[in-house]
Every structure is written in structure tokens, then in C-alpha cells.
């Protein structure tokens, strides 16, 4: 198991941007397949992005594309989301998960295939 924190949500403006840290603890990072999940009010968990444990892929859901960038640094046991040109329709609580796994799920990656969660940060967007 690996203990995950996230930080670095907040209140923006549309057009702005934040970066969410994720840092992990336990097992040995570079073992895990790491995303990031958000779930707005009413809806349901869906993946925003994800980096497999090389950190040498990266796959991100269509709605955050050329806007968002997942990174990870395995010296430092943390993924890194950077959210650019933020909208309010991205506004949800945002979850670290990890699975270890050293296989590239690409787009058939899904919650329920990660076993490790943070307790998320919330990301508001106003308008």
C-alpha cells in the first residue's frame, strides 16, 4: 500500500491555472501507475489523466487535453498535475489514485482499477 496527500487546489478565475502535487509514501514509488481523478457535484468519478510508472507515458480524457499536463518525479515520490487555461465545467474535487502495476493501461484505465486513493483537493473555477 502507499499513503497518498494531495495539495495545491484552490479557487481560480477562468483562464488561470493551478499545479496539484500528490505525494506519496509507503512502497516504492516507481512501482505504481499513477493518476488523477475528479468528481464535480452530481457527477460521476472520471479520469483526467494518467502516467504509467516509467513516468514514459501519458494518457488525459479528451475535455482536458493540450490544457492540462501530468508529470511525475520518482526521486521525489510525487505526481504533479499542471492545469492551464482552467473553465468552471473543471471544477470537482481532485483525487490521486495509484495501482502498482508496471503494465500501460492507456485509455482503458478506470478507478476501479486503482487501489490506492488520496483524500482529494477541491479546484473551483469561477467565471
Known amino acids: 500500500q502507499v499513503a497518498l496527500v494531495e495539495s495545491g487546489g484552490g479557487l481560480v478565475q477562468a483562464g488561470g491555472s493551478l499545479r496539484l502535487s500528490c505525494a506519496a509514501s509507503?512502497?516504492?514509488?516507481?512501482?505504481?501507475?499513477m493518476g488523477w481523478f475528479r468528481q464535480a457535484p452530481g457527477k460521476e468519478r472520471e479520469i483526467v489523466a494518467h502516467i504509467s510508472s516509467s513516468g514514459a507515458n501519458t494518457y488525459y480524457a479528451d475535455s482536458v487535453k493540450g490544457r492540462f499536463t501530468i508529470s511525475r518525479d520518482n526521486a521525489k515520490n510525487t505526481v504533479y498535475l499542471q492545469m492551464n487555461s482552467l473553465k468552471p465545467e473543471d471544477t470537482a474535487v481532485y483525487s490521486c489514485a495509484a495501482r502498482e502495476d508496471a503494465r500501460w493501461f492507456g485509455p482503458l484505465l478506470r478507478d476501479y482499477h486503482m487501489n490506492n486513493w488520496g483524500k482529494g483537493t477541491q479546484v473551483t473555477v469561477s467565471s
Open positions: 509507503g512502497h516504492t514509488f516507481s512501482n505504481y501507475i
